[in-house]
C-alpha cells in the first residue's frame, strides 16, 4: 500500500470515532440522561430515574457481553469486519433517531430505544478497533488510535456545540421549544453518525482472501474459534491479567462517563451548566488524546496509561466533596486531559499483546470485558444511590476500581506476549 493510500485508509478508519462519538456525547454522555430524567421519567423520583437508567446501561452491557467475542470471531473467519461493522452502524443509527418520536413520560419505550442503540454502539466498536491492524503497522498503533480519539472529540464536541444552542436558543432554529430542540439534537446525531462513516467503508481495505469462508461456515468456524480463544487466553498470561486490570479501570472511566450527568443533577446544578462542561471535556479531550499518543511514543505507554488512572483516582475521590458548579468545572476540565489518553492508549497497547491475524476476536473479548465492567459500574452508582440516598456516596464508590485496575496493570510484562517476537 502506497504511503497515500495508508494516510488515507488511517485517517478514514479514525474518522469513524469522529462520526459515532456524536451518540456517546450528545446521547449517552449529554441529553439523554437529562431528558429521562426530566421529560420521560417525569414524576418519578430521582432515585428512582436513576436506577432506571443504570439499568438501561447494564442491560446493554450485558447483552454485548454475550455477542461481542462471538462476533469478532466471526467477523474474523469471514474477514468481513466491514459488513458487521455496517450493520451494527446501521441498527444504532436507525434506534437512535427513533428518540425523536418519543413522548413525554414513555421512558420504558425510550430506554428500550437507548439500549438498542447503545447496543449496537459497542458492537460496532468490536470490528471498529479490529480494523486498526488493517491500516497500520504496531509502531503506528499508539498514534493512529489516539488520533481516533481525538478526531471523536473534536467531532462530538463540535455537534454537542451546536445540540446546545439548539436547546438555549430554540426560536434561533424554528422550533418550538427545548424539548423539541432536545428531540431534534438526538435525529441530528442519527444524520451525522451516518454520514461521516462513509469513509471507514470507502477508505479502509480489509484485504479479505478469494477463500474466505461464507456466512454459515464462518459461524461455525467462529464459535469454534471463540472456545480456542478462550483457552489459548487463558494460557497466555500478559493477555489475561490485562484484560482483567481493563475490566476493572474502564469500569471506571465508562461509568463516569455515563453517569456524571446525572450525579450533577442529584447535587442540584442547572442544566446548562452541567452541558458546558461536558463541552469543556469534548474540546479539551481532543488535542488531550492525541498528546497521550506522542507521550507513549516518546516515553511508555503503559506509564502513561498509570498517569491517566492516577488522575482518574483523584478526581473521584475529590467528586465526593463537589459543593459549587465551578468545582464541577474543573472537574470536567482534569478528565478531559486524561480520558482520551486512557481509552486509546488501552486500545493500542492490547493490539500489542494480541497473534497476528487474530484481532477480531481477541478486540471482541477485550469489549465484552469492558461491556461487562459498564455492567457492574452504572448498577454500583444506581444501587448505592438508591440505598443511601447520597449521590456522593455513588460516585466514591468507582474509586476501587481504578485503584485495582491500575495494580494490575503493572502484573503485565509485555514482553511475555503472543504478539511480541
Known amino acids: 500500500m502506497s504511503d497515500s493510500r495508508n494516510r488515507r485508509a488511517q485517517f478514514g478508519w479514525a474518522f469513524y470515532d469522529w462520526a459515532n462519538s456524536a451518540f456517546s456525547t450528545t446521547v449517552v454522555a449529554g441529553f439523554f440522561p437529562i431528558f429521562f430524567k426530566t421529560y420521560w421519567s417525569s414524576g418519578h423520583p430521582a432515585e428512582t430515574s436513576t436506577l432506571q437508567l443504570g439499568v438501561g446501561s447494564a442491560l446493554a452491557s450485558l447483552i454485548v457481553l454475550f455477542l461481542a467475542p462471538l462476533l469478532g470471531a466471526i467477523a474474523d473467519r469471514s474477514r468481513r469486519k466491514k459488513p458487521w ?23 420504558l419505550s425510550a430506554l428500550s430505544l437507548f439500549v438498542v442503540a447503545s447496543t449496537a454502539f459497542f458492537l460496532a466498536m468490536v470490528f471498529y478497533d479490529s480494523l486498526i491492524v488493517d491500516v497500520c503497522t504496531p509502531a503506528d498503533y499508539d498514534r493512529v488510535s489516539a488520533l481516533g480519539y481525538g478526531l471523536g472529540y473534536l467531532g462530538g464536541g463540535l455537534l454537542l456545540a451546536v445540540n446546545v444552542a439548539m436547546t438555549l436558543w430554540p426560536e434561533l432554529f424554528a422550533l418550538a ?11 441530528s446525531v442519527a444524520v451525522w453518525w451516518g454520514l461521516f462513516s462513509l469513509p471507514v467503508f470507502l477508505w479502509v ?19 469454534a474459534e471463540l472456545r480456542r480463544t478462550a483457552r489459548r487466553i487463558f494460557s497466555e498470561k500478559p493477555v489475561l491479567v ?74 473521584t475521590t ?102 511480541v517476537g
Open 85 to 107: 461493522l455496517a450493520a451494527a452502524t446501521g441498527v444504532a443509527v436507525v434506534a437512535t433517531a427513533g428518540l425523536f418520536f418519543v413522548g413525554e413520560g414513555q421512558w
Open 177 to 187: 421549544d427545548r424539548a423539541a430542540a432536545v428531540r431534534w439534537s438526538f435525529l
Open 205 to 223: 481495505d480489509e484485504g479479505r482472501p478469494a477463500d474466505a469462508p461464507g456466512a454459515g461456515q464462518a459461524m461455525r468456524d467462529g464459535l
Open 242 to 315: 490485562f484484560l482483567i486490570a481493563y475490566w476493572l479501570y474502564i469500569d471506571g472511566v465508562h461509568t463516569i462517563i455515563r453517569m456524571a450527568v446525572d450525579f450533577g443533577l442529584n447535587l442540584g446544578f442547572g442544566e446548562t451548566s452541567l452541558i458546558t462542561a461536558l463541552l469543556l471535556v469534548q474540546f479539551i479531550g481532543f488535542p488531550a488524546a492525541v498528546a497521550f499518543g506522542w507521550l507513549a511514543s516518546k516515553w511508555e505507554t503503559k506509564k502513561a496509561i498509570y498517569v491517566g488512572l492516577a488522575v482518574y483516582a483523584g478526581v
Open 318 to 419: 475529590w467528586g465526593y466533596f463537589l459543593a459549587y458548579e465551578w468545582q464541577f468545572y474543573v472537574m470536567a476540565a482534569v478528565i478531559g486531559l486524561v480520558q482520551g489518553g486512557v481509552q486509546s492508549l488501552s486500545r493500542s497497547y492490547f493490539a500489542r499483546l494480541i497473534p497476528d491475524g487474530r484481532a477480531g476476536e481477541y478486540f471482541g473479548i477485550y469489549n465484552m470485558m469492558g461491556k461487562f465492567a459498564a455492567v457492574i459500574g452504572p448498577l454500583l452508582v444506581g444501587v448505592t444511590a438508591a440505598m443511601t440516598g447520597s449521590a456522593r456516596l455513588s460516585i466514591l464508590s468507582v474509586l476501587v476500581l481504578f485503584v485495582a485496575g491500575g495494580w494490575l496493570l503493572t502484573r503485565v510484562d509485555a514482553r511475555e506476549a503472543p504478539g
